[in-house]
């Protein structure tokens, strides 16, 4: 298999996780994370142990199927302009 199209189907990774917060406890961190949930229901959350600095850090991202779909339904739509026009 060539190094190209191995790349090639694993590029739906999603969007990059943002830092919300670093906690001592991992009760502090939770509660963190939930109300992160409480305030948008389209967000991942989730609480990472940091063994090096010996702490707790929630990051979240948004959802990123939503937009995938819109994008998908932006590009059908500009491909039935290109060949009314031809």
Not at 21 to 31: K, L, R, S, W
């Amino acid at each position: 298999m060539n190094k190209n199209s191995s790349q090639n189907q694993n590029v739906n990774y999603g969007k990059s996780w943002k830092k919300a917060g670093t906690f001592n406890t991992f009760e502090d961190a939770d509660v963190k994370r939930i109300n992160l949930l409480k305030n948008n229901d389209s967000m991942q959350t989730k609480v990472r142990w940091r063994n090096s600095q010996k702490n707790y850090t929630v990051l979240y991202r948004e959802l990123f199927v939503e937009k995938q779909k819109e994008l998908k339904q932006k590009k059908k739509v500009s491909g039935k302009k290109k060949r009314q026009k031809k």
